[in-house]
């Protein structure tokens, strides 16, 4: 008689571990299930940022490219300086090389706006030539009007060019 109740007591205590188990196993289900989601937002983010990050760079390139194309432009033919040319109308670029998703608008000032300055015996023209790149232009130009979406990218570079 002895035995059965032994047996019995030492089964009671394990029925109720059970349901101690079961919160248990349910409390760390829950708490992977939360660091597993947060550790996907993460890598989310890293992932949009990183190609934020090449989207901006590909941009300041689309920009630099297009001041090499006005620097050309103005300084490619030797003239006098007194028969320096004008400035170039506004320009949109698109289609680069490399850059087929980015346009850049250029808009170009001369100092003085007709004849020279001198410093000493030179005769110097000074050109100011602003560069904006973006990868989703309206209407062909940069910046892009209305609300940007979330993967737009500008960037607006300038060089002073004297001649």
Same mark, same amino acid.
């Given at each position: 008689?002895?035995?059965?109740c ?7 205590? !394990? ?12 409390f760390?289900?829950?708490? *992977? ?11 989310t983010?890293?992932? *949009?940022?990183a190609?934020?990050? *090449?989207?901006?760079?590909? !941009? ?21 300086p ?8 506004d ?19 001369r100092t003085?706006?007709?004849?020279? *300055? ?12 602003? !560069? ?26 300038s ?5």
């Amino acid at each position: 008689m002895s035995t059965i109740c032994l047996e019995r007591s030492l089964r009671l205590p !394990a029925r109720r571990s059970l349901g101690f188990t079961m919160v248990s196993l349910l409390f760390i289900l829950v708490a *992977l299930a939360v660091l597993g989601s947060a550790l996907a937002a993460i890598a989310t983010r890293q992932h *949009l940022g990183a190609a934020s990050d *090449l989207a901006s760079a590909r !941009a300041a390139q689309a920009a630099r490219a297009g001041l090499e194309w006005a620097a050309f432009q103005l300084l490619r033919q030797p003239a006098p300086p007194a028969a320096a040319p004008a400035c170039f109308a506004d320009t949109s670029l698109s289609a680069l090389a490399g850059l087929t998703d980015y346009a850049v608008t250029l808009h170009c000032s001369r100092t003085p706006s007709s004849g020279t *300055l001198s410093d000493g015996s030179s005769q110097l023209v000074f050109y100011q030539v602003v !560069a904006n790149a973006c990868n989703l232009p309206s209407a062909g130009a940069c910046p892009a009007g209305g609300t940007p979406q979330p993967t737009y990218v500008e960037r607006q570079l300038s060089w002073t060019l004297v001649r």
